[in-house]
């Protein structure tokens, strides 16, 4: 509430469309079955609904794609339990672990200060803070025991819930260009179900590219 009236109390400007592209790196964490760590690619575009000079306010959807890596599958033995098979290494006991999918979509509200909250702020620094709700996708390692054998499912499981980010964002050049850098943190409305610990950089870009800040700005 807070950002809407500062931004509703000073004349604001148009609105923007802006871009950004990067890595992230998410954790799923769970008390019962422990944290897996997945890499994704992101693309993450945002609306402004409100500009200020110096200030924004904008909604956007962080889209990331990607996956977690496996271990095992040299040197494998397997067993079955009931109709199905599992593998572990032949040297060390543990459980083979495959590769899996991940997908992680929030919608943010996000208050923009400082450099990037909008197309034509000349600030070389800028700051970022919102939450929304999200949807993630994830691996899961369910251990189970049965008849004394200890096997892992490698499998997927997938939670919702409210979710935080904050960050910072640096210009480059004249142009409205510039690193971000964010931590986000997903509370999933189920005890089941992981909560998601996720961290990202990106590189936010203007379609456009041309300059619009001058020297004295930079």
């Given at each position: 509430?807070?950002?809407?009236?500062?931004?509703?109390?000073?004349?604001?400007?148009?609105?923007?469309?802006?871009?950004?592209?990067?890595?992230?790196?998410?954790i799923?964490?769970?008390?019962?079955?422990?944290?897996?760590?997945?890499?994704?690619?992101?693309?993450?575009?945002?609306?402004?609904?409100?500009?200020?000079k110096?200030?924004?306010?904008?909604?956007?959807?962080?889209?990331?794609?990607?996956?977690?890596?496996?271990?095992?599958?040299?040197?494998?033995?397997?067993?079955?339990?009931?109709?199905?098979?599992?593998?572990?290494?032949?040297?060390?006991?543990?459980?083979?672990?495959k590769s899996?999918?991940?997908?992680?979509?929030?919608?943010?509200?996000?208050?923009n200060?400082?450099?990037?909250?909008?197309l034509?702020?000349?600030?070389?620094?800028?700051?970022?803070?919102?939450?929304?709700?999200g949807y993630?996708?994830?691996?899961?390692?369910?251990?189970?025991?049965?008849?004394?054998?200890?096997?892992?499912?490698?499998?997927?499981?997938?939670?919702?819930?409210?979710?935080?980010?904050?960050?910072?964002?640096?210009?480059?050049?004249?142009?409205?260009?510039?690193?971000?850098?964010?931590?986000?943190?997903?509370?999933?409305?189920?005890?089941?179900?992981?909560?998601?610990?996720g961290?990202?950089?990106?590189?936010?870009?203007?379609?456009?590219?041309?300059?619009?800040?001058?020297?004295?700005?930079?």
């Amino acid at each position: 509430m807070l950002a809407i009236i500062c931004l509703t109390g000073s004349r604001l400007f148009s609105q923007s469309f802006m871009h950004a592209v990067g890595l992230s790196g998410f954790i799923d964490h769970t008390p019962r079955f422990g944290s897996i760590f997945s890499i994704a690619i992101t693309y993450s575009p945002r609306f402004n609904l409100m500009e200020h000079k110096h200030t924004s306010l904008s909604v956007g959807i962080p889209l990331s794609i990607g996956g977690s890596g496996g271990r095992g599958g040299r040197q494998t033995d397997s067993y079955y339990v009931g109709d199905d098979i599992y593998y572990y290494d032949y040297d060390t006991g543990e459980p083979e672990v495959k590769s899996r999918f991940m997908i992680d979509i929030p919608v943010i509200l996000n208050f923009n200060v400082g450099a990037l909250s909008s197309l034509n702020n000349p600030h070389r620094v800028g700051f970022f803070v919102g939450g929304g709700f999200g949807y993630h996708y994830g691996p899961v390692n369910v251990t189970q025991v049965i008849r004394n054998y200890h096997y892992t499912d490698s499998t997927y499981q997938d939670s919702f819930g409210p979710v935080a980010n904050a960050g910072m964002r640096i210009r480059i050049g004249d142009k409205a260009d510039g690193i971000e850098l964010k931590g986000s943190y997903m509370k999933s409305v189920s005890k089941r179900q992981p909560d998601i610990y996720g961290i990202t950089l990106l590189y936010n870009f203007d379609l456009s590219q041309r300059p619009r800040f001058s020297r004295k700005t930079m």
